[in-house]
């Protein structure tokens, strides 16, 4: 499968513990982006990445939470101290720069208890 | 802030009817209007998608009529099956922003047999 992969696909944790998130994007794709999705809402932008460099965050990624893509490849995403809003399903996705398609993964689910 | 306003929310319809879900969008820094539509458990997936200098663009059952004058535009989805059972997004992007997406709401469309 040449798609693009999220790990794990769920995950429970308590509040107040920290959870980190995997994404290996198509392997030529040189940008790739985190989305945050709530139930029964659309997808909303987090951050994201051309190569290794990190080129625009949202205002809903608070200082809890960080990103990387420390070699252009694969990404994480991690949240420190959950809260219980931070409950959503965690979207990652990859292009080439300038291209228009966004193919997303299949999600990593966060419950926090 | 919204910037992409879909409707209905759900919709339901029998099979081989026409389903017509309505975007309504307020930057008009956007230059490319994607569809996605999402399975239970899945990421979104590219369905069609419309630049603003067309009116209208159609791939097999699914159509898109953009009216920029409105700043609106609607996906219809022709002959309706139960597989097209899922939820649609409208989104829309901005190239200066790296590509990011800005999605809709979300319509969670169910086709009777």
């Known amino acids: 499968d040449t798609g693009v992969s999220q790990d794990p696909r769920h995950k429970i944790t308590k509040r107040g513990q920290n959870v980190t998130f995997r994404c290996d994007p198509i392997s030529e794709h040189n940008r790739l982006y985190w989305y945050r999705q709530t139930l029964g809402q659309g997808p909303e932008f987090l951050t994201y990445?051309?190569?290794?460099?990190?080129?625009?965050k949202s205002r809903l990624l608070s200082d809890r939470f960080s990103a990387e893509r420390p070699k252009g490849s694969f990404s994480t995403l991690e949240i420190q101290r959950t809260e219980q809003g931070d409950s959503a399903m965690y979207l990652c996705?990859?292009?080439?720069?300038?291209?228009?398609?966004?193919?997303f993964g299949a999600g990593s689910r966060l419950t926090v208890l | 802030q919204q910037q992409v306003k879909q409707s209905p929310q759900s919709l339901i319809v029998q099979k081989g009817g026409i389903s017509i879900i309505n975007c309504a969008y307020e930057n008009t820094a956007f230059d490319y209007f994607p569809w996605y539509q999402q399975f239970p458990g899945k990421g979104p997936a590219l369905l069609i998608a419309i630049r603003p200098d067309v009116s209208e663009k159609k791939e097999g059952r699914f159509t898109i009529s953009f009216n920029k004058s409105a700043k609106q535009f609607s996906l219809h989805i022709m002959d309706s099956q139960p597989g097209d059972s899922a939820t649609y997004f409208c989104a829309a992007r901005r190239k200066v922003a790296g590509n990011m997406l800005t999605f809709g709401g979300g319509t969670r469309l169910m086709v009777k047999p």
């Open positions: 990445f051309q190569n290794e460099a990190q080129l625009e």
């Open positions: 996705a990859s292009t080439v720069g300038g291209a228009n398609v966004l193919t």
